[in-house]
């Protein structure tokens, strides 16, 4: 049997150890700059000194700052987002198992709210919403008790958010989360100094279009407040979105029928998300046809009612 020189492998360790120790081991561990957003960086959180992010008020505006955690410019006591500052913002207490699918787009970053188990704690909790950005975590003692700093997690990775919750100590029954409820842009647009929503118009108009392409063609605009569910403002307003025999036989809106269909022709990306749900049921239509029931409008849209379906469709 030939045997293997001993001395190249040797070399190769000694190589390989000079090098760990001449690596600042940190800088491997940071977010490409393409990943880092808004001042919020993933290095920050191998600093030995706590930081926390801060909405603060400079020349009215709110850029997002991040802020020693002995200074008492944020909401709480021992630092985290305050969320006082933008109606959109809030903190919510979910077990660390909350029941959330997470997503996030091409640029794996800003990571939202994809989807929801039903029976999960995120879902029946009834606050939080489909399409909802993830902007902080805190770990809560077995006690509850505040013993851990604050984790920011706005415009960070798929992979620091899930690193987040993976890494969270066996003592950590519960969490604390602040989300915004809104779209990615508008959190950019918040952090990076524009107006809160608490300083702007909270209405949005939803464009409603009947009976499209017929003599009979309406078209009917409704302001409402921003987050409005489609189909309950649709029928609020007596506009019937149910086809055929549906309309009687449909669930009133509890995502069991798949019959509340609607076309979103302009303003989609004001609209959340789609589920994981919602796409295998609307799977055969185009991409623009949304269920009405679990469809809500954070900016302005126009929906068609009626629109051509598939033979999924009708045999529900």
């Known amino acids: 049997m030939i045997k293997s020189p001993a001395f190249p492998i040797k070399l190769f360790q000694v190589f390989l150890v000079k090098l760990l120790m001449s690596t600042n081991i940190a800088s491997c561990l940071t977010v490409p700059d393409s990943h880092r957003t808004l001042g919020t960086f993933t ?16 020349n009215d505006v709110f850029p997002l700052q991040m802020i020693d955690a002995n200074t008492d410019n944020g909401s709480e006591e021992d630092g985290g987002i305050d969320v006082s500052e933008d ?38 909790s009834n606050k939080v919403s489909i399409g909802d950005q993830i902007c902080e975590l805190r770990p809560l003692s077995s006690s509850g008790e505040k ?20 890494s969270l100590k066996k003592s950590v029954k519960d969490v604390e989360i602040v989300f915004f409820k809104g779209t990615k842009e508008e959190l950019k647009d918040l952090c990076e100094g524009g107006k809160s929503s608490n300083e702007v118009d909270d209405r949005v108009r939803i464009t409603v279009v009947q009976n499209k392409g017929t003599q009979d063609e309406e078209i009917k605009v409704f302001v409402v407040d921003k987050g409005s569910n489609i189909r309950q403002t649709l029928v609020d307003e007596g506009i019937n979105v149910y086809q055929s025999l549906t309309r009687w036989t449909n669930c009133k809106g509890k ?44 900016g302005d849209v126009t929906v068609e009612t009626f629109p051509p379906i598939k033979v999924a469709q009708w045999t529900r």
């Open 43 to 58: 290095s920050r959180l191998l600093s030995k000194s706590p930081k926390r992010i801060s909405f603060q008020r400079k």
């Open 87 to 124: 109606s959109r913002l809030y903190r919510i207490l979910l077990p660390r198992a909350p029941g959330v699918e997470w997503g996030t787009d091409l640029s794996f970053s800003f990571v939202y709210v994809r989807g929801m188990d039903p029976s999960g704690p995120a879902s029946l």
């Open 147 to 166: 013993e851990y700093a604050p984790v920011p997690l706005i415009g960070t990775s798929f992979d620091v958010v899930m690193n987040t919750f993976a």
């Open 255 to 298: 995502q069991l029928c798949g019959t509340c269909i609607v076309n979103v022709k302009e303003g989609g990306y004001n609209t959340n998300r789609k589920s994981m749900d919602e796409a295998s049921t609307l799977r055969e239509n185009p991409e623009s046809y949304r269920l009405s029931c679990v469809t809500f409008a954070y």
